[in-house]
């Protein structure tokens, strides 16, 4: 079958790995290229593209399929810059949910999570022949603790540093790190935790994603008022609320997960999707989310720099909850639903936690913009700060001079279908 958007919903990213506003086209053909400005890469899977990655330059590319298979092609250099298979396998004995690169500049090593609870590390052996099914060998595996599907997975790159975060299906997000640096054959667990208080009661309908902020350091703003420059920041959505983490690491020990510095609400149904923007050049973060209810939404986190004089402790104590929202109303949402039925839950492994002060640093946040698109699954930071959005039709967004958010391309599998009946 041809990879199309209806069955890979990330195919839209593959518009995106050169720079520039509006979206190059990718064909296997100058025609194709003209008509609709996609290309239609002949995937012979027989079950639909749950996945998708690019490495850095955009000249490699990764799916994962509901087949349980892993695929891998290369972008051939030259005028046609035609991409070719280098290499399929059987990675999963189940639906192969998520595949993304470690180290994506290099290009050479996957982590994948499947239906089988397994999360495995992938590394290429150039030694054997393309499509050979061998060209990628299993140099690590770890199953679910505690026989429940992982969902969402994350890596983050701090130079000779990697972390990679795992959630799964009932909320438990686990921090993992190789053993030894540069090394990946082996993973150590760095700290665990339960993302809505406790385990979720089985069959109860959730949504969890994972997403780093991949800049090396907090924001400019954020380490003027306090966060440690090595602290790990990550977005979590879970169910219908985002929690945002600054995972720090004390003097003496590993990184350890605190309270969330910020919880971003607003949506009527459940996050889908959780996207940190890359751009490193703003003085406040920018999170962007994909909702049940058929809305993007663009949040602004900010944290205030303290006066002369005034204590990080003392700054939030101004407000009866560090985790407030820029209008000065707690970010803190009533408990209701499953968040009922947790209250009270203790993590798994309790313990004490050494307070390394990221909780007492206020975080504000304000909803910047609710984009409307109907049956939206997924979406994308592009380099240039663009925002993409997809359901079964690709939506670009771009913030305008006057800051406020419009829609300025859009493409859909409509057009495609349209464009190839008129060239009949």
């Known amino acids: 079958m041809l990879v199309e958007l209806r069955s890979l919903d990330e195919s839209l990213v593959v518009s995106f790995k050169h720079q520039g506003s509006v979206p ?27 996945s998708a990655d690019y490495n850095t330059y955009g000249v490699r590319l990764a799916t994962g399929s509901s087949d349980h298979r892993i695929r891998v092609y290369d972008q051939h250099e030259g005028d046609d810059e035609q991409w070719s298979k280098i290499d399929q396998w059987r990675a ?10 470690i180290q994506a500049a290099l290009g050479q090593i996957l982590a994948s999570i499947g239906e089988d609870l397994q999360l495995k590390v992938w590394k290429e052996d150039p ?8 060209r990628f060998k299993n ?55 339960w993302v809505c208080g406790g385990r979720i009661p089985r069959g109860e309908e959730t949504s969890f994603k994972l997403s780093f902020q991949q800049a090396e350091r907090p924001n400019y ?24 983490y600054r995972v720090q690491k004390p003097e003496e020990g590993a990184y350890q997960f605190q309270s969330p510095v910020a919880e971003l609400t607003g949506s009527d149904g459940l996050v889908r999707d959780v996207a940190w923007s890359p751009e490193a050049s703003t003085m406040n973060d920018l999170i962007a989310t994909a909702a049940s209810d058929g809305f993007v939404r663009v949040y602004e986190i900010h944290t205030p720099v303290k006066n002369r004089g005034e204590t990080a402790t003392s700054l939030s104590s101004k407000r009866t909850n560090p985790l407030f929202a820029a209008n000065g109303v707690s970010s803190r949402n009533g408990i209701s639903g499953i968040g009922a039925g947790l209250a009270g839950a203790s ?42 959005s997809a359901s079964g039709k690709v939506k670009v967004w771009k913030q305008g001079m006057d800051r406020k ?13 349209e464009s190839e009946q008129a060239s009949t």
């Open 24 to 50: 190059p086209p990718l064909a296997n053909s100058t025609d194709n290229m003209t008509r609709h400005g996609f290309q239609e890469l002949d995937h012979e899977a027989l079950e639909l593209v749950l």
């Open 405 to 417: 958010w419009e829609e300025f391309a859009d493409a859909g599998l409509e057009s495609l279908e």
């Open 92 to 101: 999963h004995n189940g639906e192969v949910l998520v595949v993304k690169w």
């Open 127 to 134: 030694s054997q022949a393309p499509l050979s099914g061998r």
């Open 221 to 244: 703003n954020a380490i003027r008022a306090g966060v440690d420059p090595r602290a790990l920041s990550i977005a979590v959505a879970a169910i219908d609320v985002v929690k945002i």
């Open 139 to 193: 140099i690590f595996a770890q199953s679910s603790a505690h026989q429940v599907v992982y969902v969402s997975l994350d890596l983050k790159t701090i130079r000779h540093e990697t972390f990679l975060a795992v959630i799964t299906r009932d909320g438990l997000l686990s921090l993992l790190e190789p053993t030894k640096p540069g090394e990946f054959d082996d993973w150590k667990e760095v700290d665990h935790f």
């Open 347 to 388: 993590r798994i492994a309790p313990g004490a936690r050494v307070d390394v002060g990221t909780g007492q640093i206020p975080h504000e946040w304000k909803l910047l913009a609710e984009l409307k698109h109907d049956g939206v699954q997924t979406l994308r930071w592009a380099c240039n700060g663009t925002l993409v």
